[in-house]
């Protein structure tokens, strides 16, 4: 179950889970997963499945992934 350090949302609050992390980014959990194992974004691994990201640093890595030109990744 994801854990809320704090009710308003700030940039230094913790996200725990894929699920958590998923939702603040609107991404499955699974896809979460997959985004943590190439670097896409920026996320913490604790023990054996659990991530955690913290919300100010997950948006700067989107941002900044959104301002390289790279290559998309299709399944075709």
Do not use: C, F, N
């Not at 959990?29 to 499945?49: F, M, P, R, W």
């Amino acid at each position: 179950m994801p854990r809320k350090i704090s009710t308003p949302e700030s940039d230094d609050d913790i996200l725990w889970g894929a699920e958590e992390i998923g939702a603040a980014i609107g991404r499955a959990a699974a896809q979460v997963y997959y985004l943590h194992s190439i670097g896409a974004i920026s996320t913490k691994k604790v023990g054996h499945k659990l991530l955690i990201a913290e919300r100010g640093e997950l948006r700067r890595s989107l941002l900044a992934d959104e301002a390289v030109d790279r290559p998309r990744i299709t399944r075709s």
